[in-house]
């Protein structure tokens, strides 16, 4: 199971084995290279821990450890994790600050204790039949276990088609779950405990703000405290940057605390390249500038990173997050990233039209709104669409009728739907009309997310739906597999939880107001950042399909995947509409290219995992 990943861990091994019990491990050495070899035991080596990630406040932690009488033998994060369990139980999840899972044995209590960061930030899957329980921080380990087979969960499909990736817990796999971020799980005297939460978004009543300024003070020193511990390592820290306000915040920062920074941006050698912009950045924060292109001939590159991702993320973006980490671990083991603060300060496109929609439908009557206001929406020309949205692709006939659904059904649907409506690739018509006749009857709709606190204001409990959904299972896990399979680490400074807790703890006015969007994060921006940069207009980062589906490249993987005889043989979808969408892609819509990729990632992932091809 452990060489299944040594991708995650190629600089070393280490195993535990107890009556009944085992774990191993991979190490990629960043803290304490040479004496933080895992398992780690606290002092009587009645307690061990297997764990991947990072505990930040390790310094802090162990420092509080040592004058309550704890004994370390090493000057490595892990050993914390033992020691806080020893001194505080369960609860010494509350008292990291990092990215992590681990699997810790108590032996005295004949307990496996298994848990899993805030945000999710770090994977953990699990398997429990007949007796045994199998778990790994991918799921190829767990395949690799005599008691698992290689099932799909067919039953997950129709949530991939709606949201491009399969919500936690399920995965696309039978039987294997994952661990939901901010969650342990125990085993006790061989009985499996269910998933607990330890910790969650607090959302405000909507009264007693304070001042502004004072949550602009607030945020530039929380966010100065959180880059500067997840700059703690032993090996050289670079960042990810893009022309995008989050990364040039982080290396902002992090050239005030390093005198030399190596930073990294990916570009698709097409109009709407951002690398240029990210180039100035850098030269303007001084860094060590590398620029990587992502071209058609990467998508040979597709099967492999499909295998890496464990579960299909049906984006062909994964193609540059793998390329990128790539690149980046040939100089580095360590790399920094704005991933999170969107989901924080509602910096998506959907965000600010779902707010101004409701703002929307609460003023204008719903007779106003079907006699008037939808009619003149249905005549805009197909071109107006792309006003609602900040990507320069076009959304063509396809985006328009998706808004105008959206428009037309608002008030009749919840929140999580109306997110969900918003964000589909794949509509509950369009699924309808794709699937076969024999596949209708496993299709299940029931996978929608639901707020659980339907308190606070409404702008804050949109964001916070996002942290069960749409964080740990789309931009996360692209981030994670990518690096890892490159045995690269990426921390993300936006997801420290004490800067996340101040994001809700701040009115939404600060937040994303009218078609503003992050300004909370833009105002601190300007204090620290020229102002070419903070000027600078938003450019989504996003695969350019239609500069590249008429690729060689591209062509072979649709032909193999999605051709008439392997569509039947599959049975999932109905081989004339598959015929349909593919003459679709022609219009060169974003809907359709995507949609198409989406079909062609399934599929690889069908062949790799269920019929064991080997395809690189």
Known sequence: MAEAMVHRGPDGEGYFRAAGFQMGM????IIDLEGGVQPIYNEDRSIAVCYNGEIYNYIELRDELIKRGH???TQSDTEVVVHAYEEWGLDCLERFNGMFAFALYDEPRERVFLARDRCGQKPLYWWNRNGRFVFASEIKSILKSACVSAECN???IDAYLGLRNVPEPATMFKDIYTLPAAHFMLIEKG??????????????DGGGYRNDDEYLEELEAEFHKAVSIAMRS??????????GVDSSLIVAEMAKLSNRVNTFSIGFDSPIDETKD??????????KHHEIQCRPQDFELLPKIVYHMDRPVGDALIIAFYRLAEE??????VVLSGEGADEMYGGYSFHKVIQLVEKYSRMVPGILHQGLAMPALQALPVGALNKFFEFPAYLGTRGKARLLDFLGNYSTRDLATNVVALRTLWDLNERGSLYSERFKSNACQDWIPRVRDSGGPFFDRMLKLQYDEWLQDWALIRQDKNTMAHSLEIRLPFLDHNLIEQAFRMPPRLKALGFKDKIVERRLAQKVLPSEVTNRAKNPFFMPMEYFFEHPQVGELIKMTLNEAQVRRRGYFDPKRIAWLLEKMETREFVYLKQVMSLVILELWHLIFIDKQKLW
Do not use: H
């Open 26 to 29: 991979r190490r990629l050495s």
């Open 71 to 73: 004994e370390f033998r």
């Open 154 to 156: 067919v039953g997950a």
């Open 191 to 204: 009985a499996v405990r269910e998933p607990q939460r330890y910790w969650d978004i607090k959302l405000s």
């Open 234 to 243: 032993d090996v050289p820290v670079g960042a990810y940057l893009s022309a």
């Open 278 to 287: 990210a180039a100035e950045t850098a030269n303007l924060l001084g860094t």
């Open 328 to 333: 980046t671990s040939r100089d580095l083991k």
